[in-house]
Nanobody
Framework: QVQLVESGGGLVQAGGSLRLSCAAS????????LAWFRQAPGKEREFVAAISRSGDITYYAASVKGRFAISRDNAMKAVYLQMNSLNPEDTAAYYC???????????????WGKGTLVTVSS
């Protein structure tokens, strides 16, 4: 069982940066593929970024590639999302998720946090 708690969301101006954190409980954190998803008001949840168990492989949605960076600290049981050059289209609730598989589709995620809200003003 893994519990995930996101933090770091808030209000930021366009062009600014935020760093999201996700703290996890559980003894087998390093065995999970981790990912960030987001859901904007009135839209479906979408994939943002994912990171492999060891942290050596990352994958990004085209809309955030080059602006966002996902990382993890297995000793601290945490995953992070550094978000730079934010624009209003990045406004959404951001969720971290974990899966025991190597897939990073939303369907494969076994555990979800409750989300943290990011609002980017123009």
């Amino acid at each position: 069982q893994v519990q995930l708690v996101e933090s770091g969301g808030g209000l930021v101006q366009a062009g600014g940066s935020l760093r999201l954190s996700c703290a996890a409980s559980g003894r087998t954190f390093s065995s999970y593929t981790l990912a960030w998803f987001r859901q904007a008001p009135g839209k479906e949840r979408e994939f943002v970024a994912a990171i492999s168990r060891s942290g050596d492989i990352t994958y990004y949605a085209a809309s955030v590639k080059g602006r966002f960076a996902i990382s993890r600290d297995n000793a601290m049981k945490a995953v992070y999302l550094q978000m730079n050059s934010l624009n209003p289209e990045d406004t959404a609730a951001y969720y971290c998720a974990a899966t025991g598989s190597s897939s990073w589709s939303s369907r494969s995620m076994n555990y979800w946090g409750k989300g943290t809200l990011v609002t980017v003003s123009s």
